[in-house]
Protein backbone atom coordinates (compact mmCIF):
# COMPACT_ATOMS: atom_id res chain seq x y z
CA UNK A 1 0.00 0.00 0.00
CA UNK A 2 1.04 3.94 -0.66
CA UNK A 3 1.49 5.96 2.57
CA UNK A 4 -1.33 8.28 1.23
CA UNK A 5 -3.69 5.17 1.76
CA UNK A 6 -1.80 4.25 4.88
CA UNK A 7 -2.75 7.69 6.29
CA UNK A 8 -5.99 7.44 5.12
CA UNK A 9 -7.21 4.29 6.82
CA UNK A 10 -5.52 5.74 10.08
CA UNK A 11 -7.28 8.86 10.02
CA UNK A 12 -10.76 7.01 8.65
CA UNK A 13 -10.68 9.45 5.67
CA UNK A 14 -10.29 13.16 8.00
CA UNK A 15 -7.82 15.71 9.15
CA UNK A 16 -5.65 14.04 12.36
CA UNK A 17 -6.05 17.19 13.84
CA UNK A 18 -9.32 18.68 13.40
CA UNK A 19 -11.50 16.10 11.77
CA UNK A 20 -12.21 18.23 8.59
CA UNK A 21 -13.03 15.41 5.53
CA UNK A 22 -11.94 18.29 2.79
CA UNK A 23 -8.57 19.38 1.41
CA UNK A 24 -6.36 16.45 2.90
CA UNK A 25 -3.19 15.93 2.30
CA UNK A 26 0.25 14.38 4.09
CA UNK A 27 2.13 16.73 6.14
CA UNK A 28 5.37 15.01 7.33
CA UNK A 29 6.63 16.41 10.97
CA UNK A 30 10.10 18.00 10.69
CA UNK A 31 12.33 17.21 11.37
CA UNK A 32 12.10 13.53 9.87
CA UNK A 33 14.91 12.15 7.13
CA UNK A 34 12.02 9.74 5.71
CA UNK A 35 8.04 10.60 4.96
CA UNK A 36 6.45 7.36 6.39
CA UNK A 37 3.92 6.72 8.42
CA UNK A 38 5.46 7.34 11.79
CA UNK A 39 6.83 10.69 10.20
CA UNK A 40 3.38 12.02 9.05
CA UNK A 41 0.24 12.96 9.38
CA UNK A 42 -3.05 13.01 7.01
CA UNK A 43 -4.04 17.06 7.13
CA UNK A 44 -6.39 19.64 5.63
CA UNK A 45 -5.21 22.83 4.37
CA UNK A 46 -6.16 24.90 7.06
CA UNK A 47 -4.37 23.02 9.77
CA UNK A 48 -1.08 22.58 7.31
CA UNK A 49 -1.29 26.57 6.22
CA UNK A 50 -1.93 27.21 10.36
CA UNK A 51 1.17 25.04 10.92
CA UNK A 52 3.76 26.22 8.26
CA UNK A 53 2.55 29.89 9.01
CA UNK A 54 2.34 31.53 12.56
CA UNK A 55 0.74 34.71 10.88
CA UNK A 56 -2.15 32.63 10.08
CA UNK A 57 -3.28 30.62 13.09
CA UNK A 58 -6.46 31.12 14.62
CA UNK A 59 -6.36 30.19 18.26
CA UNK A 60 -10.44 29.32 17.74
CA UNK A 61 -9.48 26.60 14.71
CA UNK A 62 -7.20 25.09 17.39
CA UNK A 63 -10.09 23.77 20.09
CA UNK A 64 -9.63 20.78 17.86
CA UNK A 65 -6.66 19.99 19.71
CA UNK A 66 -8.42 19.12 22.62
CA UNK A 67 -9.26 15.77 21.28
CA UNK A 68 -6.39 15.10 18.97
CA UNK A 69 -3.70 15.11 21.53
CA UNK A 70 -5.19 12.59 22.68
CA UNK A 71 -4.18 10.34 19.36
CA UNK A 72 -2.74 6.37 19.66
CA UNK A 73 -0.37 8.21 16.56
CA UNK A 74 3.08 9.83 17.80
CA UNK A 75 3.08 12.28 15.24
CA UNK A 76 -0.84 13.56 15.79
CA UNK A 77 0.70 13.88 19.62
CA UNK A 78 3.75 15.62 18.62
CA UNK A 79 1.79 18.27 16.44
CA UNK A 80 -1.12 18.67 18.87
CA UNK A 81 1.81 19.08 21.52
CA UNK A 82 3.75 21.86 19.05
CA UNK A 83 0.56 23.51 18.13
CA UNK A 84 -0.31 23.50 22.29
CA UNK A 85 2.75 25.59 22.57
CA UNK A 86 2.55 28.10 19.54
CA UNK A 87 -0.99 28.94 21.65
CA UNK A 88 0.14 29.69 24.66
CA UNK A 89 -1.45 33.07 24.68
CA UNK A 90 -4.72 32.16 24.11
CA UNK A 91 -4.64 30.90 28.05
CA UNK A 92 -6.64 27.66 27.27
CA UNK A 93 -4.04 25.51 26.06
CA UNK A 94 -1.80 25.59 28.80
CA UNK A 95 -4.24 23.32 30.79
CA UNK A 96 -4.48 20.79 28.07
CA UNK A 97 0.03 20.63 28.02
CA UNK A 98 -0.55 19.86 31.71
CA UNK A 99 -2.37 17.20 30.83
CA UNK A 100 -0.47 15.73 28.17
CA UNK A 101 2.70 13.66 28.23
CA UNK A 102 5.53 12.82 25.78
CA UNK A 103 8.24 10.30 26.74
CA UNK A 104 12.06 11.83 26.28
CA UNK A 105 12.75 10.95 23.03
CA UNK A 106 9.03 11.98 21.79
CA UNK A 107 9.34 15.10 23.74
CA UNK A 108 12.85 15.33 21.80
CA UNK A 109 10.72 15.57 18.48
CA UNK A 110 8.47 17.81 19.61
CA UNK A 111 10.81 20.09 20.27
CA UNK A 112 13.11 19.99 17.71
CA UNK A 113 11.65 23.19 15.72
CA UNK A 114 11.91 25.08 18.71
CA UNK A 115 8.31 24.48 20.05
CA UNK A 116 8.46 25.46 23.89
CA UNK A 117 11.67 26.26 24.79
CA UNK A 118 12.28 29.86 25.94
CA UNK A 119 12.40 32.67 23.25
CA UNK A 120 15.59 33.68 25.07
CA UNK A 121 17.09 30.65 25.11
CA UNK A 122 16.16 29.48 21.10
CA UNK A 123 19.13 29.56 19.08
CA UNK A 124 18.68 31.83 15.66
CA UNK A 125 20.38 30.76 12.41
CA UNK A 126 21.21 33.79 10.22
CA UNK A 127 22.14 33.93 6.70
CA UNK A 128 25.61 36.14 5.92
CA UNK A 129 22.89 38.99 5.85
CA UNK A 130 21.95 38.37 9.30
CA UNK A 131 18.63 37.28 7.69
CA UNK A 132 16.40 34.68 9.93
CA UNK A 133 16.83 31.05 8.35
CA UNK A 134 14.11 28.51 9.64
CA UNK A 135 13.98 24.54 8.41
CA UNK A 136 12.97 24.11 4.90
CA UNK A 137 14.42 27.12 3.45
CA UNK A 138 16.13 27.54 0.54
CA UNK A 139 19.31 29.10 0.49
CA UNK A 140 22.24 29.85 -2.29
CA UNK A 141 26.54 29.45 -1.68
CA UNK A 142 28.00 32.69 -1.61
CA UNK A 143 31.28 31.11 -2.16
CA UNK A 144 33.10 28.10 -3.32
CA UNK A 145 33.25 25.63 -0.71
CA UNK A 146 35.57 22.54 0.05
CA UNK A 147 33.52 19.63 1.11
CA UNK A 148 35.38 18.04 4.21
CA UNK A 149 36.33 13.99 3.38
CA UNK A 150 35.66 14.30 -0.61
CA UNK A 151 37.36 15.76 -3.44
CA UNK A 152 33.97 17.57 -4.09
CA UNK A 153 33.71 21.27 -4.14
CA UNK A 154 30.18 23.22 -3.96
CA UNK A 155 30.37 25.88 -6.31
CA UNK A 156 28.99 29.31 -5.66
CA UNK A 157 25.79 29.82 -6.70
CA UNK A 158 24.74 26.44 -5.70
CA UNK A 159 21.22 26.08 -4.46
CA UNK A 160 20.53 24.15 -1.81
CA UNK A 161 16.56 23.93 -0.59
CA UNK A 162 14.84 22.59 2.35
CA UNK A 163 17.85 23.21 4.76
CA UNK A 164 17.64 21.54 8.47
CA UNK A 165 18.94 23.32 11.41
CA UNK A 166 21.61 21.85 13.71
CA UNK A 167 19.59 22.30 16.84
CA UNK A 168 22.58 22.52 19.08
CA UNK A 169 24.57 25.82 17.21
CA UNK A 170 23.81 28.50 15.51
CA UNK A 171 26.46 28.37 12.56
CA UNK A 172 25.55 25.30 10.98
CA UNK A 173 22.51 24.21 8.80
CA UNK A 174 22.39 21.10 6.40
CA UNK A 175 21.37 20.39 3.27
CA UNK A 176 22.06 18.20 -0.09
CA UNK A 177 24.21 19.02 -2.68
CA UNK A 178 24.03 16.87 -5.53
CA UNK A 179 22.77 14.29 -3.76
CA UNK A 180 24.99 14.55 -0.66
CA UNK A 181 23.98 15.27 2.71
CA UNK A 182 26.12 18.10 3.68
CA UNK A 183 26.83 20.53 6.62
CA UNK A 184 26.80 24.19 5.63
CA UNK A 185 28.09 27.30 7.90
CA UNK A 186 25.43 30.05 7.99
CA UNK A 187 28.31 32.63 7.15
CA UNK A 188 28.78 31.41 3.21
CA UNK A 189 25.12 31.17 2.89
CA UNK A 190 22.60 33.89 1.82
CA UNK A 191 18.66 32.80 2.17
CA UNK A 192 16.45 32.97 -1.26
Given at each position: ??L??D?????Q??C?????????TI?T??PSK????T????A????I???????????????????S?W?E??P??V???R??????????????????????D????A???GD???E??KL??RDVNG?V???G??????K?L?V??TS???K???A?R??AL???????IE????G?H????T???K??
Amino acid sequence: MNLEKDLQIRSQHSCELCKATETLTIYTVQPSKNINLTDSIYACQTCISQIEDSNLINSNHWRCLNDSMWSEFLPVQVMAWRMLNRLLSAGWSQDLLDMMYLDDDSLAWAKALGDGVDEAAKLIHRDVNGVVLEAGDSVVLIKDLKVKGTSMVAKQGTAVRRIALDHENETYIEGKIDGKHIVLITQYVKKL
